[in-house]
């Protein structure tokens, strides 16, 4: 079964760069049935989509947030990372990591999320 | 740009009831492409259901999706007590889109 596991700092400071990284199991980060992508929720809020990643590296983002984020893929490693920069507190949030399936366009799997918390 | 509405913003019912709950685009997207999550506090969202009507592994046949067009419905036809949670809808049309969910929360 496919696991997703993410890991980072959870403590980031203002105008900083939030960096995540993704590690897969139980499939093939190359798989052509995926995209892997990346989800936040601000505390007591609901869901907003960050980007997604093809293996071949091809990128989708969010279009509020594309100018501060940046989604890569490392196939050798079998993880994916994402960065955003120049973070507010408005960045606070769970950050979930996820897999999307080509076809159906939902994520069928998901970590189980990181707190990142934007503060000085 | 589309908006997903979900309603109601809260479902108060007790176990054993029918819930019904209201996913609304403001313009019409692809049944392939609609989605309905379940979250409990804590946890990570579930997939629940997928093109509009087919449920995800393992979930319940208690959960049935419906709809087409800009209205689409999720419903628990009986509600067990560890249904109590967040369901949000997701749609994809050039991208990923979540509504703002609805809350069942035990009467």
């Known amino acids: 079964q496919l696991q997703l596991q993410e890991s980072g700092p959870g403590l980031v400071k203002p105008s900083q760069t939030l960096s995540l990284t993704c590690t897969v199991s139980g499939a093939s980060i190359s798989s052509s049935n995926y995209y892997w992508g990346w989800i936040r929720q601000p505390p007591g809020k609901g869901l907003e989509w960050i980007g997604n990643i093809y293996y071949s590296g091809t990128t989708y983002y969010n279009p509020s947030l594309k100018n501060r984020v940046t989604i890569s893929v490392d196939t050798s490693k079998s993880h994916f990372s994402l960065k955003m920069n120049s973070v507010t507190a408005a960045d606070t949030a769970v950050y979930y990591c996820?897999?999307?399936?080509?076809?159906?366009?939902?994520?069928?799997?998901w970590g189980q999320g990181t707190l990142v918390t934007v503060s000085s | 740009e589309i908006v997903l509405t979900q309603s109601p913003g809260t479902l108060s019912l007790s176990p054993g009831e029918r819930a019904t709950l209201s996913c609304r685009a403001n313009q019409s997207v692809s049944s392939s492409y609609l989605a309905w999550y379940q979250q409990k506090p804590g946890q990570a969202p579930r997939l629940l259901i997928y093109g509009a009507s087919s449920r995800a592994t393992g979930i319940p046949d208690r959960f049935s999706g419906s709809g087409s067009g800009t209205d689409f419905t999720l419903t628990i036809s009986r509600l067990e007590p560890e249904d109590f949670a967040m369901y949000y809808c997701?749609?994809?049309?050039?991208?990923?889109?979540f509504g703002g969910g609805t809350k069942v929360e035990i009467k």
């Open positions: 997701q749609q994809y049309g050039s991208s990923p889109l």
């Open positions: 996820a897999s999307m399936l080509y076809y159906h366009r939902v994520f069928d799997y």
